[in-house]
């Protein structure tokens, strides 16, 4: 099993930065790849960013290209969301996410029912 425990978000202007982490315990060599996702009020959850964990390949929805990266630290088995250049639209709950398949190309990288982990979520506020 695995256990993902998220921290970071809250409040910030627009224009500003925030980063969230994703702690990783347990089982986690099992992992191929993490995500983010992102909820926001009435909407479907998203996916924002994605990493596969091995060879480090990212992915990123159009809308945080440029602004938003998903760097790892391997050896601290924690995921970061970095965010910058923050607008409203950011504003969201924000999931992490991980999965111990394969299923982690291009195909398969946003498709929720792949992902197995699920962190607590944590709320994006940007106001307007």
């Known amino acids: 099993q695995v256990r993902l425990w998220q921290s970071g978000g809250g409040s910030e ?3 500003g930065s925030l980063r969230l982490s994703c702690a990783a315990s347990g089982y986690t060599y099992m992992l191929h790849c993490m995500a983010w996702f992102r909820q926001a009020p009435g909407k479907a959850r998203e ?19 440029g602004r938003f990266t998903i760097p790892q630290d391997n050896a601290e088995n924690t995921l970061y969301l970095q965010m910058n250049s923050l607008k409203p639209e950011d504003t969201a709950m924000y999931y992490c996410a991980a999965k111990d398949t394969a299923l982690c190309g291009s195909w398969y990288i946003w498709l929720r029912p792949t ?6 979520g944590t709320q994006v506020t940007v106001p307007s």
């Open 115 to 120: 992902y197995k982990y699920w962190g607590q």
């Open 13 to 15: 202007q627009v224009g």
């Open 47 to 65: 996916g924002v960013a994605a990493i596969t964990t091995g060879g480090g390949n990212t992915y990123y929805t159009d809308s945080v290209k």
